[in-house]
């Protein structure tokens, strides 16, 4: 008796392609859509923008020449609110990381990229571009209207003079970067309350601590210190005893990307 088998004939179906694919603008628009929802990022964002043109504009109409501010430089003087403005983008940028840890939105945001750096730069992509978007615009405004009042006084300038422009825009530049530095460290220590400890302590406290401090070598390496590099960026002229724009520049890029690398070394290597 004989057997005859079927030859089974296998199939090879047609791979679909998944619905849906994560990619870099995807994840760019997510954070996107993410920041501008959020009421806190309204709130510091026009704080910071209030704070400079109001003090901007108190700076212009309370100058008189001769005044005890004569030797400041000109868009140091008028953009005197930037360092108010800057505490609140760097409360800001820790809440754009820190803020998803605390309500564990973070979860579902590396469930959905589960390559998880992506979502990372994307943040700091985006918070970026807003930032400085607004910064040098306010900074711009504030600057033309705050010499309304200055015109007739030492203190008269215009974006034509040297190094005006460039000062205006580093202002701008030093305080988003500030601000990205403080998002790095929010995704690093991963907590709002102690993020902002520990900037507070260690960005700002700690440099003006070693300055008191009498030895040269330590004097010249505050200057690279964030806040210390950021307000140099803000000046038309030289000042005395810190570092040049280029250079200050550099360095405080130099403490955001080490701030961002710990953050994405921590995020790799940690559970959320």
Request: charged content about 10%.
């Amino acid at each position: 008796m004989t057997t005859t088998t079927p030859h089974a004939t296998t199939t090879n179906p047609t791979r679909q392609a998944p619905p849906y694919r994560i990619t870099k603008a995807r994840v760019l628009r997510s954070e996107w859509h993410k920041l501008r929802s959020l009421r806190s990022t309204w709130i510091t964002l026009t704080a910071a923008a209030a704070l400079i043109l109001g003090i901007g504009l108190i700076m212009g109409g309370t100058y008189t020449t001769g005044g005890g501010d004569s030797d400041v430089d000109t868009v140091i003087l008028t953009l005197y609110g930037s360092l108010l403005g800057q505490l609140c983008l760097v409360v800001l940028g820790i809440l754009v990381t820190a803020g998803e840890y605390a309500t564990g939105m973070i979860r579902s945001s590396l469930t959905a990229v589960p390559a998880r750096l992506p979502v990372l730069w994307a943040k700091a992509t985006v918070f970026t571009a807003t930032a400085f978007s607004l910064m040098f615009t306010t900074a711009l405004i504030t600057f033309v209207a705050a010499q309304l009042f200055l015109h007739d006084t030492d203190q008269a300038a215009s974006l034509a003079d040297p190094g005006v422009l460039r000062a205006v825009a580093g202002t701008a530049a030093g305080i988003t970067l500030t601000g990205l530095l403080a998002l790095g460290l929010g995704a690093l220590l991963r907590s709002v309350p102690g993020a902002i400890g520990a900037f507070v302590g260690g960005v700002m406290l700690l440099p003006e601590i070693l300055g008191m401090l009498p030895y040269e070598t330590v004097e010249q390496a505050v200057r690279y210190f964030p806040t210390q590099a950021a307000g140099a960026l803000g000046s038309a002229t030289p000042l005395p005893g810190a570092a040049t724009p280029a250079t200050a520049l550099f360095a405080l890029s130099l403490w955001v990307a080490a701030f961002l690398g710990a953050a994405s070394w921590t995020l790799c290597r940690r559970d959320a």
